[in-house]
């Protein structure tokens, strides 16, 4: 079992920045793949930005590209620095790990709150 709890959402007007941090506890050794994902009211979750186990990026969601930033501090913690913020990134933000075996994302966070206000 793993256990994320994520910090650092709230509210920033266009333009501003916000850093998210996401730390696992638990059986982290477990742990393939760590990501961030999000979920705007009326959607569906989506993918923003994923990290393997050694801190390798795998990949980024389109419409964050150029303006997110995913890293990983050591073998438990991760960040989400998100610059250049727009309305359109609204969503509660989710911290996601995916373990080693599985083709999916099994242990998610409590949600952290981002609104960007035009």
């Known amino acids: 079992q793993v256990q994320l709890v994520e910090s650092g959402g709230g509210s920033v007007q266009s333009g501003g920045s916000l850093r998210l941090s996401c730390v696992a506890s638990g059986n982290i050794y477990i742990i393939h793949y760590m990501g961030w994902f999000r979920q705007a009211p009326g959607k569906e979750r989506e993918g923003v930005a994923t990290?393997?186990?050694?801190?390798?990026?795998l990949n980024y969601a389109d419409s964050v590209k150029g303006r997110f930033t995913i890293s990983k501090a050591n073998e438990n913690t991760l960040y989400l620095q998100m610059n250049s913020l727009k309305p359109e990134d609204t969503a509660m933000y989710y911290c996601?790990?995916?373990?080693?075996?599985?083709?999916?994302?099994?242990?998610w966070g409590q949600g952290n709150q981002v609104t960007v206000s035009s």
């Open positions: 990290v393997d186990n050694r801190g390798i990026v």
């Open positions: 996601g790990v995916r373990e080693h075996g599985r083709a999916d994302f099994s242990y």
